[in-house]
């Protein structure tokens, strides 16, 4: 068992940039593939990005192209912790965004993602507002 807690949200103007922090309990964290999805009002919840992390400091990670350029996904395995740090925010990003745990089996691909189905674990959100 997994728990995640989302916490760095706030209101920012666009062009402005946040990180968003998700601490995860458990011992194991090293074992997920950690990710983060949003979801604005009226839309499903959707990828933004996640990352592996593969062999020593080896990581893998995967964006949405909407986001691509401009967020940067990361993962601290001695705090267990994964942040997202958001870029050239635009209003179009607003939305609760979502951190979420894939468990890695050995053997299984190290390729992150991008189906929230394919997800274990879920926080409880951090809501994001881009003003423009």
């Known amino acids: 068992q997994v728990q995640l807690v989302e916490s760095g949200g706030g209101l920012v103007q666009a062009g402005g940039s946040l990180r968003l922090s998700c601490a995860a309990s458990g011992r194991t964290f090293s074992s997920y593939i950690m990710g983060w999805f949003r979801q604005a009002p009226g839309k499903e919840r959707e990828f933004v990005a996640a990352?592996?992390?593969?062999?020593?400091?080896?990581?893998?990670?995967n964006y949405a192209d909407s986001v691509k350029g401009r967020f940067t996904i990361s993962r601290d395995n001695a705090k267990n912790t994964v942040y997202l740090q958001m870029s050239s925010l635009k209003p179009e990003d607003t939305a609760v965004y979502y951190c979420?745990?894939?468990?890695?089996?050995?053997?299984?691909?190290?390729?992150?993602?991008?189906?929230?189905?394919?997800?274990?674990?879920w926080g409880q959100g951090t809501q994001v507002a881009v003003s423009s």
């Open positions: 990352i592996a992390r593969g062999g020593g400091s080896t990581y893998y990670v």
């Open positions: 979420a745990a894939h468990l890695s089996l050995p053997g299984h691909s190290l390729d992150p993602p991008r189906g929230r189905d394919e997800y274990d674990y």
